[in-house]
């Protein structure tokens, strides 16, 4: 699979066990930042998501940002059911790339 990540991102594997589990994607913005996450298809409903989220999240708010700010599809149940186990809250709705996206965040 050939990815592209945006310059100043930060990319990180996530491994368990010693063996692949998926990636997240830090996308640093002023005080605040977003999180691209995918965990491999067997992996999934294992709980690895949350935990990956959260302890991204808390590692960049020691590091002295305030705010993660991830967008959602309305339709992707299972991102949302993950951003609210690591302890997001909704915080509105926006329009992005031409759709409608909840705003989820994390506050330091």
């Known amino acids: 699979m050939l990815a592209f990540v ?7 594997a996530l491994y368990l066990d010693g063996a692949y589990a998926g990636n ?6 002023g005080d605040a930042f977003s999180v ?4 491999v298809p067997l ?19 020691a590091a002295g940002f ?9 339709d992707n149940a299972a991102s949302i059911r993950m951003h609210e186990k690591a302890g ?9 790339q031409g759709r409608r996206a909840l705003v989820y965040e994390l506050r330091a």
């Open 88 to 96: 997001f809250v909704p915080a509105g709705e926006v329009q992005a």
């Open 66 to 74: 305030s705010l993660c700010r991830d967008l959602i599809a309305p």
């Open 36 to 39: 691209g996450l995918l965990i």
């Open 24 to 29: 997240i994607t830090v996308y640093p913005d």
């Open 6 to 12: 945006q310059a100043g991102a930060h990319r990180y």
């Open 43 to 61: 992996l999934r409903g294992y709980g690895l998501g949350p935990q990956a989220l959260h302890l991204t999240a808390q590692r960049y708010f």
